[in-house]
């Protein structure tokens, strides 16, 4: 059984570890706010940025789009995986959730697949699977427009010089402080929703000089839009399951406390107990032996 003193240092250790990480999730509900808020702002814009490409794809004849890398479909030879995960650990199953995720899904592949990372730890979990990493990016804390062109650019290139014939994005979807949900889905060759019912659905679209034109830039900022607001959502992610975490990991060590405190006092007792019991058990052999 513990001494008094093993007990009262291992109510202090928890104690300053409980301080700890109430002040982790303090910071994480911080910077998740602030992360909350680009992220919600980001997904109009984006959604309006998808209707409008629909339009322009829905523009262009089958020919037309073989001719744009990004939208030409093509025989996969070999896939290229875009993994998003965090740079730091304590933030429970969101990095373990969203690797696996990309592994299983590369595991379900019959051709060849490469991975380009986000984060650190996406880097090492991945060279610890032993998988073939071709790039690696650190995820800034907030993310911007031009940290996410890079990134896409580089997966662009990949795509139209035949190193990769698929660019998938595996990330977390940012659903609520409590819900973030990993996915694997297909970022290149762009899927717009074309065809006549698209085009003519809606509020019609004015394009100048004409909508061919302009497609293929834009394409490319479609591109960095999808990347930067996938970086929003991994972050906002990110700073929630961390949260979350630090909370859960403060309540139990404050549960710790109690039980370690209610364990000492049973000890202090139970001391206090066997020295009177001592006491008074000498004192009446020495009643016995006067006698």
């Known amino acids: 059984m513990a001494t008094l003193r093993e007990i009262r240092k291992r109510i202090r250790s928890v104690q300053n570890i409980s ?159 409590m819900t973030q949900r990993p996915q694997v889905r297909l970022l290149l060759p762009i899927q717009a929703v074309g065809g006549a019912e698209t085009a003519s659905a809606g509020v019609p679209y004015i394009f100048e000089p004409d909508a061919e034109s302009i497609l293929e830039p834009m394409l490319r900022r479609f591109l960095d839009l999808q990347v930067y607001r996938a970086l929003l959502e991994a972050l906002a992610s990110e700073h929630s399951a961390r949260m979350v975490a630090m909370r859960s990991a403060t309540d139990n060590a404050l549960r710790l406390i109690d039980e370690l405190t209610l364990g000492y006092n049973k000890a202090r007792q139970e001391a206090i107990t066997k020295e009177l019991i001592d006491i008074v058990g000498g004192a009446a052999a020495l009643a016995q032996t006067r006698v």
């Not at 995960?85 to 969203?98: D, I, K, M, P």
């Not at 993310?143 to 062109?149: E, L, M, Y």
Request: one cysteine or more.
């Open 19 to 177: 301080k700890v990480t109430r002040a982790m999730q303090t910071v994480s509900a911080s910077r998740m706010r602030r992360a909350q808020l680009m992220t919600l702002a980001t997904r109009p814009y984006a959604d309006k940025s998808w209707e409008v490409l629909g339009h322009l794809a829905g523009r262009l004849s089958p020919e037309q789009r073989r001719a744009l890398p990004l939208l030409a479909p093509r025989p996969v030879h070999a896939i290229e995986v875009l993994l998003i995960a965090g740079s730091r650990g304590l933030c429970g199953g969101y990095n373990h959730n969203v690797v696996n995720a990309a592994i299983d899904f590369a595991a379900q592949q019959t051709v060849p697949v490469r991975f380009v990372t986000v984060g650190r730890k996406a880097r090492e979990y991945l060279a610890r699977y032993g998988r073939e990493i071709v790039a690696d990016f650190d995820l800034p804390d907030p993310p911007s427009a031009d940290d996410a062109r890079p990134i896409a650019r580089l997966v662009c290139d990949d795509l139209e010089r035949g190193a990769a014939d698929q660019v998938w994005l595996a990330s977390t979807q940012f659903v609520s402080t």
